[in-house]
């Protein structure tokens, strides 16, 4: 938190790495099972990175993700949906890696799925895991979550 707080008194709230700060912040924190609290930074990460950059930077995407897939995860699934369709869609527009990609549609599936639109979300689930599998290995951490959630979709 002091970080942030220096950040925003020395280069400004509107600057992009006070934005980065504030998600850093927002990860640590969800890590930390304080998901209310991470929710907070990772919305104010998203709006300096919004004011700060380029409309769909792909920096902008990392705490898109981040907000949309712990919005899913805790019953809040049209807007993580929202969200994680909106930061594939800006990943995909600038050539973002394989990976990259793939671990967005994986946490989109698995906001689908909770929306009850099995086919969507089973499609995406299943070809996000081919995909980490070819491009980031099969015993990758990003891997394995995608795994995991389909898993998690079958057994549902």
Same mark, same amino acid.
């Given at each position: 938190r002091r970080?942030l @707080?220096?950040a925003?008194?020395?280069i400004?709230?509107g600057?992009?790495?006070? +934005?980065? *700060?504030?998600f850093?912040l +927002? *990860?640590v924190? =969800?890590?930390l +099972?304080?998901e209310?609290?991470? =929710?907070? *930074?990772y919305r104010e990460?998203?709006?300096i990175?919004?004011?700060a950059l380029p409309e +769909?930077? *792909?920096r902008?995407? /990392?705490?898109?993700?981040?907000? %949309?897939?712990l &919005?899913?995860? /805790?019953?809040?699934? =049209? =807007?993580?949906?929202?969200?994680? %369709?909106?930061?594939?869609?800006?990943?995909?527009?600038v050539g973002?890696?394989?990976a990259?990609?793939?671990?967005?549609e994986?946490?989109?599936g698995a906001?689908l799925?909770?929306? %009850?639109r /099995?086919? @969507?979300a089973?499609g995406?689930?299943?070809?996000? &895991?081919?995909a980490l @599998?070819?491009?980031?290995?099969?015993?990758?951490?990003?891997t394995r979550?995608?795994?995991a959630r &389909?898993?998690?979709?079958?057994?549902?």
């Amino acid at each position: 938190r002091r970080v942030l @707080e220096i950040a925003r008194a020395s280069i400004g709230e509107g600057h992009d790495n006070t +934005g980065w *700060y504030a998600f850093n912040l +927002g *990860y640590v924190l =969800e890590r930390l +099972g304080e998901e209310g609290e991470a =929710e907070v *930074y990772y919305r104010e990460s998203l709006a300096i990175l919004r004011r700060a950059l380029p409309e +769909g930077h *792909y920096r902008t995407t /990392t705490p898109m993700v981040a907000l %949309g897939d712990l &919005l899913s995860r /805790t019953g809040r699934s =049209e =807007e993580g949906a929202r969200l994680l %369709g909106e930061a594939l869609e800006d990943r995909v527009a600038v050539g973002a890696s394989p990976a990259d990609v793939a671990d967005v549609e994986s946490m989109l599936g698995a906001a689908l799925g909770r929306l %009850g639109r /099995t086919d @969507e979300a089973r499609g995406l689930l299943e070809e996000s &895991l081919a995909a980490l @599998e070819e491009s980031a290995g099969a015993d990758a951490p990003v891997t394995r979550r995608a795994r995991a959630r &389909l898993e998690a979709f079958g057994a549902a």
